[in-house]
């Protein structure tokens, strides 16, 4: 970039100063053959708060740059990903920094837009195709457009449980035997359950099943089933080999469900839950103390 570049960013009161810098940002990133993490980490730091005072075009610009990077920041790509498909088509197509999971969280949230883009990305998972294609049949179905290719599921209502019946059975991983949920330990840090509480305070059940799914390295269907689960155990489970505390697990079962503890029995039930799967040498909760009958 040229020295008058920098000298326009310099100038602070100038409206147009956040797209130049934005713009002048990701430029010199792209130019790094090989960044480091904390160079990544730079960038998002500078380029995450700046998305929402940015235009349409420089986000736009920013979108078609990263989506050429062979090391991108994965954080501001999944940002821009989601936007409207005229910027976030070029990530959807070639970014390197989404995975499936987040192929197919976009495409749960997003729709068929980002859907057409995501088909044109080279060596796709075929399940993927596959549903990408199937959505396409069901809303050609619905909009009474003729089909010409035989879809995977028949050219009506039924083509869209189709496309939801996939959904659910993408990526899900063999399930232990019935009445018993077995993991593997993978400690999620400080920075994990960060993750997962601002997910699950974000009011959008996706993001916290998508972070969920990233942290257990588990398919997207297998997350929102546990995050569903009314009894709580196979959460319990979850937050335990993730060795969340008991506080950090129940502050997140009662984000995601407060419903599900209204009573001071299904709390204890599933503190005393998170405890055994940690392997806790914490005292049981004290027994229940009777109420006492009030007089009159």
Known sequence: MSSSDFRHIAI???????????????????????????????????????????SVDARRFVAAALSE???????????????????????????????????????????????????????????????????????????????????LEPAAAGAAEGVRRRLRSFMRPSRPPAGRSTWTARPAGASGFARLLDTALSGNPALFHTALADLLDIGLPRARDIAADVEGSELAAAFGALRLNEEQAFLLAALLAPARFDSVERIRGFVEACRAHLGSAAPALPPKVPRATPRR
């Open 69 to 151: 990077c062979a090391y991108p920041p994965a954080g501001l790509v999944r940002r821009l990903a989601a936007e409207s498909v005229d910027i976030a088509a070029p990530l959807l197509i070639r970014s390197v920094a989404l995975t499936d999971v987040d192929l197919i969280a976009l495409i749960g949230r997003a729709g068929l837009p980002h859907a057409r883009a995501i088909a044109r990305r080279r060596k796709l998972n075929p399940t993927i195709a596959a549903l990408i294609r199937a959505l396409q049949a069901s809303a050609d179905a619905e909009a009474g457009v003729p089909v010409n290719d035989q879809p």
């Open 12 to 54: 602070k009161n100038d409206p147009g100063r956040p797209d130049r810098l934005f713009r002048a940002a990701a430029s010199a990133f792209c130019s790094l053959t090989r960044p480091s993490r904390r160079e990544i980490e730079q960038l998002e730091d500078l380029a995450l708060p700046l998305l929402p005072s940015v």
